[in-house]
């Protein structure tokens, strides 16, 4: 194992250390050329960790750094195929983001402090994925938390985007804190928070009620992070952030942690409650965006609504036993997704910064580039074969039919395809709304972006065109070769019941094109096609926060309240004040002592000597 | 041969009287003095005692005692003329600028 | 015969230390605290402690309390008259407060001495300076390095003191000479 592969999440740290040190003293160039730089590096480690990966996970200890007697944790990377495949695509894809930055920001202030925290979220998230303890993992769920924060809120003097960043942060809290407790319990039952040694542990370590508590609470996490429901409110408004940083962090890699949380974590899933569980939840969470992304008139919003709904997919596959359906749909995604959010902060560039759909179209001549590039993600997005997001969508697709027809919940394929026709629709129409027919009033002449915010997205155009070979059977699934150490991946279940082997792609590619057609014809010439009561359902979210706010919003202010008032005010203030009235009463009695009459000290002390003397006189 | 209890018994009432002379009086002067007074009973209860245990560490600790009642003296009677010099008196109960 | 010395001797401290605390002059209490110091350095003679006997002339006798002469002459003038006693009470308090001390002091000093091992032979040099510097520069010697730092300090600070830095407030025996 080439030490080299080693280093993958040293590059980031490095780089973040020099730019936020010193990079506000550094011409632009310098300090492009260290973040992308190390991002570069730690893509090529990652390469060199992919080709030299031997059968076995490999573990590499750094340092031990917890060691209290019955709980020792050591610092531990371990590189197995799971991990060097994430290791890839968030190198890779973040090394084309921060390309693509260094166009974006271009006239931005806080230029070095941007890429300090972008390279500070690439060694997080490496971390997070080289992890081989629980407890760094942890770290590194947290430290992407901590940038994602600071990267929403990176315009800090909007008070919409450092919101967005709190809102961030604390919705991610409440997920971390079931990811703790889940991590005590495994810990009570394990003894250990290695990974290794927990998915090696004999069956029954972990038994009863904690078996199916501590997976659950881990998922609860993983909820918070990936925007699941119930957890999912903070990524719409994330979007306040940079177009990058909505590209890196909320569609090809932080938001991805929960799934790769739960992949890791697999065999620890293994029972029918757990994977129901999960399974319903992304199905559900699928739907549910996807609804939402139909009626939302700002552009990115849509995107972010999209990601919650493929990263239902996700959970979808991981609950119907398919978790290397659900890997392969998160790297298609990152390509597929990435590019619409490039291509959509090219036309905010373009646009000075406009990304409501109401204001924008007409764009699809000036911006030709930029169109090609939406509609291929968009492609890939509806499902469209041969596009990548066909392939692993598909693919997660046919094993919910599989699950639905050897017994499991009847909804799971419904909503999936449901979900699958919705996402053709809503993308359709931010097509149409964003590129073509032009507005009534534009005073803005849109041009198109520069090279270096183009070739990014060509990369990952060819990669949301060609993507779908790493998983596809006609050509062998090298992915799922690759794969196959860690995460056991079955045959391809041609046949299943009387279904052929070709009904399900069928059925998904049909709902995929039906989907386009209704929404490119639908939402012509800017039309606002109303769904009345349907519409108002979805553009409150299903009236969800609503019952946030009435429900937790209400009774944490009651509290808040009541323990400001009577408690905090009335009892404990006046404790501590009568404490001081105590010290002030006595020191004006004592006082009265310090008359500045020596003679009187003299007498005082006197008085002491005798009491003194007439206490050993006693004894 | 003089009993020991005999000059105990005087270095008690010496440092009595030096201690009714700090109480009594207001000239700061004779307080001082008084003071002195004090040490002196003191000291003779030391060398008595040196002799008595037939050790020398007695008059080792009468020969720093004199000496530091020296130097506290000269420094007190320094202070005393100093205040005097500022607030031209000697009744030591008009000074009680350290009052709380 | 050494009883006899030791009354005379004890009689006229206790003498003098009475007229220290009860006289109406300060002179008067300086010269009885000579007459004390005296007292006591003889009491030192009889209890075999030469040197330290005339280490008490020198230093007590010879120039503390010319010292102390030289500071009430010079302030004399100013003072007038010292100060009474002050308050019936306080003084009432005080002799009480003495009283009781030095019956509790005497009751001390009373008990039988069985605490205290006597030793049949007292050494020739015992007292002698040649003894006391013994143990000076060995057993002692720290405290003696120490005193004589105390001994520059206390210079140094009556240099400071005397330089007088407190604002002077007119006093009008003062104000009539500077007239």
């Known amino acids: 194992m080439a030490d080299f592969a080693w280093t993958i999440p040293l590059w980031p740290l490095l780089g973040w250390l020099a730019l936020g040190l010193i990079g506000g003293r550094l011409p632009r160039p310098a300090v492009a050329l260290i973040g992308c730089g190390s991002v570069a590096l730690a893509f090529a480690a990652a390469i060199v960790a992919w080709v030299t990966l031997p059968e076995d996970a490999q573990v590499k200890t750094l340092f031990p750094w917890i060691a209290t007697g019955a709980f020792a944790v050591s610092v531990r990377l371990s590189l197995d195929a799971l991990s060097v495949v994430m290791a890839l695509v968030v190198c890779g894809v973040g090394l084309l983001i921060h390309l693509y930055s260094i166009g974006y920001m271009a006239g931005e202030p806080g230029y070095s402090r941007y890429f300090a925290y972008l390279n500070l979220f690439i060694a997080s998230m490496l971390l997070l994925v080289l992890a081989g303890d629980l407890l760094v993992l942890f770290v590194g769920w947290e430290l992407v938390g901590l940038c994602s924060y600071l990267l929403i809120g990176f315009w800090f003097d909007r008070e919409r985007a450092a919101t967005a960043g709190r809102k961030a942060f604390l919705v991610n809290r409440i997920g971390d804190a079931g990811f703790l407790l889940g991590l005590l319990l495994l810990w009570r039952a394990f003894g250990t928070l290695d990974i290794a040694a927990i998915l090696s542990a004999p069956p029954g370590a972990l038994a009863g009620g904690a078996a199916l508590a501590a997976p659950l609470l881990l998922f609860f996490g993983a909820t918070g992070k990936s925007a699941q429901l119930p957890l999912y409110a903070w990524l719409p408004d994330a979007m306040e952030g940079p177009t990058p940083v909505s590209a890196l962090i909320h569609a090809a890699t932080m938001v991805t942690a929960g799934v790769y949380l739960v992949a890791r974590l697999f065999p620890l899933f293994a029972h029918p409650p757990l994977l129901a569980a999960v399974a319903g939840v992304g199905a559900l969470t699928a739907f549910f965006a996807a609804t939402i992304a139909l009626v939302e008139w700002d552009l990115k919003r849509v995107l972010a609504y999209s990601t919650i709904s493929q990263l239902g997919y996700m959970f979808l596959a991981l609950g119907v036993a398919a978790p290397e359906a659900g890997i392969f749909h998160l790297i298609t995604q990152a390509f597929f997704k990435a590019l619409l959010f490039l291509a959509a902060g090219s036309v905010m560039h373009a646009m000075a910064g406009r990304i409501d759909m109401r204001a924008l179209g007409g764009l699809a001549r000036p911006l030709r580039a930029t169109m090609l590039a939406f509609l291929i993600g968009a492609l890939a997005l509806a499902g469209i074969p041969p596009f990548a997001g066909f392939v692993s969508k598909d693919l997660i697709l046919e094993r919910a039919w599989h699950a639905v027809a050897s017994g499991g919940n009847p909804l799971l394929f419904p909503l999936g395809l449901l979900t699958a026709w919705v996402t053709a629709v809503y993308i359709a129409r931010a097509l149409r709304y964003t590129f073509f027919d032009p507005p009534a009033q534009s005073e803005i002449a849109p041009h198109e972006s520069p090279p270096i915010m183009l070739w990014p997205m060509a990369a990952l155009a060819a990669l949301s065109i060609g993507g779908g070979l790493l998983g596809a059977h006609v050509v062998g699934a090298p992915l799922f070769e690759f794969l196959s150490p860690v995460l056991a991946s079955p045959e391809d279940a041609g046949q299943v019941g009387i279904t052929p082997a070709f009904f399900v792609p069928t059925l998904s590619t049909a709902a995929g094109v039906l989907g386009l057609l209704l929404g490119w014809t639908a939402y012509r010439q800017h039309r606002d096609v109303s769904l009345g009561w349907v519409g108002r359902l979805f553009r409150r979210h299903w009236y969800l926060l609503d019952l946030y706010d009435g429900v937790l919003t209400h009774a944490a202010r009651g509290t808040a309240r009541f323990l400001a008032g009577p408690v905090d005010l009335g009892a404990i203030d006046r404790a501590v004040n009568a404490i001081g009235a105590l010290v002030s009463g006595g020191a004006a009695a004592l006082r009265r002592l310090q008359t500045g009459y020596v003679r009187q000290y003299a007498a005082v002390i006197l008085v002491g000597t005798v009491l003194v003397l007439a206490y050993w006189m006693a004894r | ?100 | 015969m050494e009883l006899f010395l030791f009354i005379v001797t004890a009689t006229l401290a206790l003498a003098g230390a009475l007229t220290v605390i009860g006289a109406r002059r300060a002179i008067h209490s300086a010269l009885a605290l000579l007459v004390v110091l005296a007292s006591l350095a003889v009491l030192y003679l009889l209890l075999e402690a030469q040197f330290i006997a005339v280490l008490q002339v020198i230093i007590y006798a010879g120039a503390i309390v010319v010292l102390f002469l030289f500071v009430i002459m010079l302030l004399h003038m100013a003072t007038g008259e010292p100060g009474s006693p002050g308050p019936r009470r306080r003084q009432v308090a005080a002799l009480g407060l003495a009283a009781l001390f030095v019956i509790g002091l005497l009751s001390a000093v009373a008990r039988p001495s069985t605490a205290l091992p006597v030793v049949a032979t007292l050494q020739p040099d015992f007292g002698s300076a040649e003894l006391v510097g013994r143990q000076l520069f060995t057993r002692f010697l720290l405290p003696f390095e120490l005193a004589s730092v105390i001994l520059l300090a206390g210079i140094i600070g009556a240099v400071v003191l005397a330089k007088g830095t407190l604002p002077v407030t007119a006093h009008p025996a003062a104000a009539e000479e500077a007239e």
């Open chain 2, 1 to 100: 041969m003089v009993p020991l209890p005999y000059y105990l018994a005087l270095g008690a009432v010496l440092f009595s009287v030096g201690m009714t002379g700090v109480l009594i009086r207001r000239n700061a002067l004779i307080v001082f003095m008084s003071i002195e007074l004090m040490l002196n009973s003191v000291n003779l209860t030391f060398v008595a005692l040196s002799r008595q245990l037939r050790s020398m560490d007695g008059q080792l600790a009468v020969f720093f005692t004199i000496v530091i009642a020296g130097v506290e003296v000269v420094v007190g009677l320094a202070i005393i003329v100093e205040i005097f010099r500022s607030r031209a008196t000697l009744n030591l109960d008009d000074i009680d600028l350290l009052r709380g």
